[in-house]
Protein backbone atom coordinates (compact mmCIF):
# COMPACT_ATOMS: atom_id res chain seq x y z
CA UNK A 1 0.00 0.00 0.00
CA UNK A 2 1.51 3.45 -0.91
CA UNK A 3 1.91 5.67 1.61
CA UNK A 4 1.59 9.64 1.15
CA UNK A 5 3.02 11.95 3.89
CA UNK A 6 1.13 15.27 4.62
CA UNK A 7 2.21 18.35 6.13
CA UNK A 8 0.52 21.35 7.74
CA UNK A 9 2.20 22.98 4.72
CA UNK A 10 0.23 20.47 1.96
CA UNK A 11 -1.98 21.66 -0.24
CA UNK A 12 -5.83 19.35 0.24
CA UNK A 13 -6.66 19.89 -3.93
CA UNK A 14 -3.02 18.51 -4.63
CA UNK A 15 -2.98 15.74 -1.76
CA UNK A 16 -6.49 14.53 -2.84
CA UNK A 17 -5.81 14.53 -6.42
CA UNK A 18 -2.88 12.04 -5.35
CA UNK A 19 -5.34 9.91 -3.26
CA UNK A 20 -7.86 9.63 -5.91
CA UNK A 21 -5.16 8.91 -8.49
CA UNK A 22 -3.38 6.18 -6.13
CA UNK A 23 -7.00 4.79 -5.14
CA UNK A 24 -8.03 4.49 -8.87
CA UNK A 25 -4.85 2.56 -9.65
CA UNK A 26 -4.19 0.70 -6.65
CA UNK A 27 -7.03 0.39 -4.25
CA UNK A 28 -6.00 1.66 -1.34
CA UNK A 29 -3.41 4.67 -0.36
CA UNK A 30 -2.20 5.06 3.76
CA UNK A 31 -1.71 9.08 4.69
CA UNK A 32 0.59 9.79 7.37
CA UNK A 33 0.40 13.22 9.38
CA UNK A 34 1.82 14.62 12.54
CA UNK A 35 0.34 16.48 14.36
CA UNK A 36 -2.59 18.43 14.68
CA UNK A 37 -2.00 21.12 11.45
CA UNK A 38 -1.52 18.05 9.36
CA UNK A 39 -3.93 16.63 10.63
CA UNK A 40 -6.20 18.94 9.44
CA UNK A 41 -4.92 19.31 5.78
CA UNK A 42 -5.13 15.61 5.43
CA UNK A 43 -8.67 15.10 6.32
CA UNK A 44 -9.39 18.25 4.13
CA UNK A 45 -8.09 16.29 0.84
CA UNK A 46 -9.77 12.81 1.89
CA UNK A 47 -12.90 15.05 1.78
CA UNK A 48 -11.81 16.40 -1.45
CA UNK A 49 -10.68 13.40 -2.83
CA UNK A 50 -14.42 11.82 -2.33
CA UNK A 51 -15.96 14.21 -4.00
CA UNK A 52 -13.20 13.54 -7.39
CA UNK A 53 -13.49 9.44 -7.15
CA UNK A 54 -17.84 9.67 -6.55
CA UNK A 55 -18.78 10.60 -10.20
CA UNK A 56 -17.15 7.33 -10.79
CA UNK A 57 -19.23 5.19 -8.62
CA UNK A 58 -16.00 5.03 -6.10
CA UNK A 59 -17.06 5.57 -2.69
CA UNK A 60 -14.32 6.52 -0.35
CA UNK A 61 -14.00 5.53 3.54
CA UNK A 62 -11.13 6.18 5.95
CA UNK A 63 -10.48 4.30 8.65
CA UNK A 64 -7.71 5.87 11.70
CA UNK A 65 -5.28 4.43 13.60
CA UNK A 66 -2.12 5.23 15.34
CA UNK A 67 1.39 4.54 13.56
CA UNK A 68 5.49 5.57 15.04
CA UNK A 69 7.41 7.35 13.05
CA UNK A 70 10.74 8.67 13.43
CA UNK A 71 11.55 11.92 12.51
CA UNK A 72 15.14 13.41 13.09
CA UNK A 73 15.95 10.12 15.44
CA UNK A 74 12.95 10.83 17.35
CA UNK A 75 9.91 8.46 17.29
CA UNK A 76 6.91 10.02 16.82
CA UNK A 77 3.13 9.43 16.57
CA UNK A 78 1.28 9.96 13.99
CA UNK A 79 -2.28 9.52 12.72
CA UNK A 80 -2.46 6.86 10.07
CA UNK A 81 -5.57 7.33 7.69
CA UNK A 82 -6.38 4.54 5.73
CA UNK A 83 -8.33 5.09 3.03
CA UNK A 84 -9.99 2.66 0.57
CA UNK A 85 -13.62 1.92 -1.93
CA UNK A 86 -16.28 0.77 0.41
Do not use: H, W
Amino acid sequence: MEILKVSSKSAPNSVAGAVAGVIRESGAVEIQAVGAGATNQAIKAIAIARGYLAPSGIDAICTPAFASVTIDGEERTAIKLIVEPR
